[in-house]
């Protein structure tokens, strides 16, 4: 198993569910969301139906990358905070664990300290879950996530019918 | 690194278009875009210069269908193919499931062809994927043009691993949907034969 493997069960994600959105509450943002570096969206919260919430996870990890590109010129590991200010609306974004990005959309009913506050102490929370995870996927590698049974059991027919729907 | 959720009975994918400068990537993608149904696709982002290159990535999420019960849905992206844009092409290929190598089927693309696959080759390496392992399909595009060369010549020197073989024009779409099935395929099968998915899963079952 590479080491960006990671297998999550209904109770880690309403473990994260539950991180994130006591933060939204506590910093007053509207959207928060967690999305893998490869532009994957994990879980959200807030008003994530008035955003493309797809895009906007694609886009946020683009960013990421990009700014990663930017830390190892100036030969830093990452640059580990970004922010964009809008008029209205804002952006912060955030590395965890290493793996994921929290990303944080707030507007005029919150600040950036608030939001750097309680990002600081979220982000320590879900360090802890993620290395909780990690540690339960290390003592039991191939756990019973019903992954395997499911796909073992699709056939090139299944595959065919895809696109003629 | 696909991402399967069991709850939302979902399964999403990244596949990635890579080649070299002007080779019809971002065609494929607006073609795609044009010709599904809105329901069934999110919105084309491109990340071009002001002179329609592409500067970063383009970006198109698509539905599929449901296999046995989960929506599939695949991430389409394209990386930038210009030579001094390698940072960015690095960086897009995070987390991928599946290539699409778009070639230029003009003779005088071939030289530009053959780097960009080596450039491919020692970028997923440094992503940690071995191109032998990884889902993989080329596409011998532009074969409306008079300069493009046989098929079966070009096929010949650009394989590298006996891989699924397409022939297209994406400005007219032809071969574009037949190459996404392929990749498609590939992925899904290669998801199957895993004993877990790298990526996220989303599992139903108690620890």
């Known amino acids: ?68 590109g930017l830390a190892r010129i100036l030969g830093e590991r990452e640059f580990s905070v970004l922010l964009h200010e809008g008029e209205k609306e804002n952006i912060h974004v ?5 793996r994921v990005i929290l990303v944080v959309i707030f507007g005029d009913r919150s600040s950036l300290g608030l939001v750097r506050l309680r990002v600081r102490q979220a982000g320590a929370e879900l360090e802890r879950a993620f290395a909780e995870i990690t540690e339960r996927m290390e003592r039991e590698p191939v756990l019973h996530s019903g992954f395997e049974p499911l796909l073992a059991e699709i056939t090139d027919e299944d595959i065919d019918r895809l696109f003629t729907e | 690194m696909a991402f399967v959720d069991f709850s939302a009975r979902e399964i999403h994918c990244k596949i990635v278009y890579y080649g070299p400068g002007l080779c019809g990537k971002t065609k494929n993608l607006q073609f795609l875009h044009e010709r599904t149904s809105p329901s069934r696709r999110g919105q084309l982002i491109s990340l071009a210069t002001p002179n329609e290159r592409t500067l970063f990535f383009d970006f198109l999420p698509l539905d599929v269908g449901s296999l046995r019960g989960f929506q599939t849905r695949l991430h389409l992206y394209t990386v930038p193919g210009q030579v001094f844009y390698d940072a960015a092409r690095r960086a897009i290929l995070r987390g991928v499931d599946g290539i699409v190598f778009v070639a230029d089927s003009q003779e005088a693309r071939l030289a530009a062809n053959v780097e ?4 491919l080759e020692k970028n997923l390496r440094e992503q940690g994927y071995e191109i032998a392992e990884i889902p993989y399909v080329l596409q011998l595009n532009k074969r409306d043009l008079s300069s493009a060369m046989p098929a079966a010549e070009l096929s010949r020197l650009l394989t590298i691993k006996g891989e699924p073989t397409l022939e297209a024009t994406a400005a007219t ?35």
Do not use: C
């Open chain 1, 1 to 68: 198993m590479s080491p960006a493997d990671l297998v999550l069960y209904e109770e880690d994600f309403r473990r994260l569910q539950q991180i994130l959105r006591r933060l939204r509450q506590e910093s007053g943002a509207s959207v928060v969301l967690l999305v893998d570096k490869g532009g994957q969206r994990i879980v959200s919260v807030g008003d994530v139906e008035a955003l493309d919430m797809t895009a906007l996870a694609s886009l946020t990890a683009g960013n990421v990358a990009a700014t990663d």
């Open chain 2, 116 to 119: 960009s696959i080596r450039n």
């Open chain 1, 94 to 98: 955030s590395i965890v664990a290493r």
């Open chain 2, 173 to 207: 779409g032809a071969g574009v949907f037949e190459t996404l099935k392929a990749i498609a395929r590939l992925v899904l099968l290669d998801l199957r034969k895993r004993r877990t998915p790298s990526g996220f899963t989303r599992a139903t079952a108690a620890s």
